[in-house]
């Protein structure tokens, strides 16, 4: 389950300031002006550092090819004090540069609230931690994105994720293909050609339904007023999504009450408690009391060493 590794630690390249051109910038605060933790948001999960994103070293950024409008735009970010800046290879137009922000914003998750959350976790000796901005999960541009990284991390080993995301980014000219682009490219073309196997198939369905309209990826936002039990019942309709694809996709969604329960997580949580075996029912449990952000306690409990103090 590629999306339960740890993101690579970022390559060490020297910026390229005379390339980019300062965007815009954006307060790096919650919806209930909690604090944003940069690094912890860039490392929060594997599936952040797929392409096109790359994190980067010197200093610390995210670095990715965004689809704004009809343009494919080499775009940086960084953190700048108490705010995100957020830097592209082109000057941008007023509606062009609004929509920037409005991805920025998804992939920060700045409309999501965790101050309730954190005041749950201010007498927890085990998560107390957390409460200094952790606990967001790098979101990809679109839902769509999202969806498709997570079902190319489904039952395979991570080299294969790359190696589908790669093709698929490929595809989409050096940013992620649009839902419109997948459908052109058809069954054969992912099955032979980007070696998605079983996938194939469920991603051209996502694909059809998600052009055609049947199917709305951007409405199952937790932001966006979805309910969470619709959410689930919704994406576990979706061929190819199981357990762990819906729980790893809802997180992404901001419902964090499900738990991402996988060949890594399960092994690595047993360490962390110093036991060899444990049901999912009984990991479910000792979570139980984090009710709606139960999963993303579990999450936070496996990844605290992910980055240093």
Request: hydrophobic share 45%; proline share 5%.
């Amino acid at each position: 389950m590629a999306c339960s590794r740890r993101p690579r630690q970022p390559e060490c390249r020297s910026a390229s300031p005379t390339s980019l051109s300062s965007a815009i910038e954006l307060p790096l605060r919650g919806a209930g002006d909690e604090p944003i933790d940069f690094a912890r948001t860039l490392y929060s999960h594997g599936c952040a550092a797929l392409a096109p994103a790359t994190i980067v070293a010197q200093p610390l950024r995210l670095t990715t090819q965004l689809r704004i409008g009809r343009r494919i735009v080499r775009t940086s970010i960084v953190q700048r004090g108490d705010a995100l800046q957020v830097a592209t290879d082109a000057a941008l137009a007023s509606s062009a540069r609004a929509e920037l922000a409005k991805i920025v914003a998804r992939m920060f998750a700045l409309d999501l609230d965790l101050a309730p959350f954190y005041a749950m976790l201010a007498d927890d000796a085990s998560l107390a931690w957390a409460r200094c901005g952790a606990g967001r999960l790098l979101a990809s541009p679109s839902v769509f994105e999202d969806l498709v990284k997570t079902l190319c991390s489904t039952n395979c080993a991570f080299s294969a994720t790359q190696r589908m995301v790669a093709a698929l980014v490929a595809l989409g000219g050096g940013a992620f293909p649009t839902p419109q682009i997948v459908v052109d490219a058809g069954v054969a073309y992912l099955t032979d050609t980007v070696r998605m196997g079983y996938r194939a198939r469920s991603l051209y369905e996502l694909a059809t339904s998600t052009h055609e309209g049947a199917f709305a990826p951007e409405s199952l936002r937790a932001a966006g007023g979805a309910q969470e039990e619709d959410v689930a019942a919704r994406l576990g309709s979706l061929r190819g999504f199981g357990p762990y694809a819906v729980a790893h996709a809802m997180q992404l969604l901001g419902f964090h009450r499900p738990l991402i329960l996988d060949s890594w997580t399960r092994p690595t949580y047993m360490r962390v408690i110093g036991k060899r075996k444990r049901s999912d029912a009984a990991i479910r449990r000792d979570f139980h009391r984090y009710g709606a952000y139960a999963g993303l306690a579990f999450w936070l409990t496996l990844t605290k060493d992910w980055v240093a103090d």
